[in-house]
Every structure is written in structure tokens, then in C-alpha cells.
């Protein structure tokens, strides 16, 4: 879990700095860079943000999905055993 998380947060700062370095080469100041890495929602449009939602919606159903599933397989195989 210790490596996930190292690698999540590796991550994370690795695609913020790309994006203050895309910014900087387009000729934007810096303090307009990191504030527009740091609040990304303030500066995204409303059928963007419903379109995140959804998608956040769906990776969340599909595991949750998943364990629903397993869970259930699981109940009806220890009933079957009995």
C-alpha cells in the first residue's frame, strides 16, 4: 500500500510540474501556473465538470460492482457447502 501511495504522490508531482512547465512555455507567469494547477476546477467549464463527475461516478460502480459480485458468490457457495 506503501508503494502505491509513494507512487501515486510521484506521480501527482511529476504531471503538476509538467504542467507548470507547459504554462511557463506558453508565456504565462508563473503565479497564474501553479494557481491554475492547484484550483483545476475553477477554471474548468460546467459540461467538463459534469463529464468528470460521471466519469468519477463510474470508476468508483465498477469495483464497487466487482466486490458486490464476489460477496455474492461467496454467500452462495458457503450455503451450497452446508
Known amino acids: ?18 504542467l507548470v512547465c507547459l504554462d511557463l512555455v506558453v508565456g504565462m507567469p508563473l503565479n ?7 484550483t483545476p476546477f475553477e477554471v474548468t467549464a460546467p459540461g467538463e465538470l459534469v463529464i ?16 458486490y459480485v464476489a460477496f455474492m458468490k461467496k454467500g452462495r457457495d458457503e450455503t451450497n457447502k452446508n
Open 52 to 67: 468528470l463527475i460521471v466519469l468519477v461516478i463510474i470508476a468508483v460502480a465498477v469495483p464497487i460492482k466487482h466486490y
Open 32 to 38: 497564474v501556473s501553479v494557481d491554475t494547477v492547484l
Open 1 to 18: 500500500m506503501t508503494k502505491i501511495l509513494l507512487i501515486f504522490l510521484l506521480y501527482f508531482a511529476a504531471m503538476s510540474s509538467l
